[in-house]
């Protein structure tokens, strides 16, 4: 069973368009983190969120974390051609003591066409 | 600062070898993780690390050692190749804020093919 869904798997689209991916579970999570990955890189961490509700901003990237801390949201605005990539959610859960431990989704793969 | 360091890039094994895939990290981060990425699978957390002298299992730990014995090296041995461990191998560290894991430090990959 995975515990961070994301959706969708793969989005093609074109530049200037706007987009949103989705990272869902029925699990509660302390805090959680969106990663972009190139080809041939390891993951670059783009954002963590910890507070439900929470909204952070990253130029044209806007991440939410939803109230009940179950699930976020990434909404690219404008796209760009260098937004493609992969894109990891990823949770921690609070088991007591520092949460270091992160699972992750199996990512949406982006590609922006110019 | 070079952040997180892996060696080697690439690697073919024979099935049946051994070998150590390095990590090092100069950021002073207590925690250090290894994952396996696989198409369709994700990344999945193989061991990790939450100070040196301290390690415990992840998700799919068979077949893989490792040990901290420092706070910058958390090597990965594979004990016995098998071709189910061609991989892209990702080692990771991070710290933690007080509140929250800040966030991981990825290296770029070992990519490991078993013949």
């Known amino acids: 069973t995975q515990l961070l869904e994301q959706s969708p798997q793969f989005l093609s689209i074109q530049e200037g368009e706007n987009l949103t991916v989705y990272c869902n579970s029925s699990s509660v999570f302390s805090s959680l983190q969106w990663y972009r990955q190139e080809p041939g890189e390891g993951p670059v961490l783009l954002v963590t969120?910890?507070?439900?509700?929470e909204v952070k901003k990253l130029k044209r990237l806007t991440f939410q974390f939803g109230d009940a801390r179950k699930d976020s949201s990434l909404h690219i605005t404008a796209a760009q051609p260098g937004d493609t990539g992969l894109y990891l959610c990823a949770g921690a859960q609070d088991r007591g003591g520092s949460n270091y431990k992160l699972t992750f989704g199996k990512g949406t793969l982006l590609t922006v066409n110019p | 600062n070079a952040g997180v360091t892996q060696t080697p890039k690439f690697q073919v094994l024979k099935t049946g070898q051994s070998m150590t895939l390095q990590c090092a990290q100069d950021?002073?981060?207590?925690?250090m993780s290894w994952y396996r990425q696989d198409p369709g699978m994700g990344l999945r957390l193989i061991h990790y690390?939450?100070?040196?002298?301290?390690?415990d299992q992840g998700e799919v730990p068979n077949g893989y050692n490792v040990s901290r014995s420092t706070t910058e090296d958390f090597p990965l041995r594979l004990l016995s190749a098998a071709p189910s461990q061609t991989s892209v191998y990702f080692c990771?560290?991070?710290?933690?804020?007080?509140?929250?894991?800040?966030?991981?430090?990825f290296g770029s990959g070992t990519r490991l093919t078993v013949v």
């Open positions: 990771a560290s991070s710290y933690w804020t007080g509140t929250s894991n800040y966030g991981y430090t």
């Open positions: 969120v910890v507070t439900g509700g």
């Open positions: 690390s939450v100070g040196a002298g301290i390690t």
């Open positions: 950021m002073n981060h207590e925690y």
